[in-house]
C-alpha cells in the first residue's frame, strides 16, 4: 500500500452523493466492498474494506476493474445526516475532503468539518 499520498473524497450536495477517488481504495488494500462510517462525536467520515454479505456494504468491484478515476457512491439520507452535522454547508455546493490512512486497519478517516467548498469557474 502506498502511504505517500493523501486520500481524497468530494461530497456534492446537489447530486446528492460522495465521491471516493480510487487512490484512496487503493491505499486500504483495494476492496470490493465497502462500508462508510459516520462518527458524530469527532465529526468523521471512515472507509472500511467489508465484504459481500454484509448488507450495509457497498459494492465498489466494477469501478476498481475499470478506467474509473472515482467511485460515486448517491445516498440522500447519508448526505442529509451530514448535512446536519455540518450546517454550515451550501445545499449547491461540493466539498473536498482530505484525510489519513490507517494501514494497518485499512481504514481511511476524513474530517468532515474540515472541507474545502469547490468553487466552479465561470468559462
Known sequence: MNNNKIPIISISMTKPAIRIYKE?????????????????????????????????????????????KSVVLYSTPLIRSLKTLCPEWKNDGTYKFYGEVFPEERVAKFIINKGIEIIKQEK
Not at 487503493?26 to 468523521?44: A, E
Open 24 to 68: 484512496t481504495l487503493h491505499q486500504i488494500g483495494n476492496p470490493t466492498h465497502i462500508l462508510l462510517l459516520v462518527n458524530p462525536k469527532d465529526y468523521s467520515l471512515a472507509i472500511f474494506p467489508s465484504c459481500k454479505s454484509d448488507v450495509k456494504a457497498h459494492n465498489v468491484e466494477k469501478y476498481m476493474k475499470s478506467n474509473y
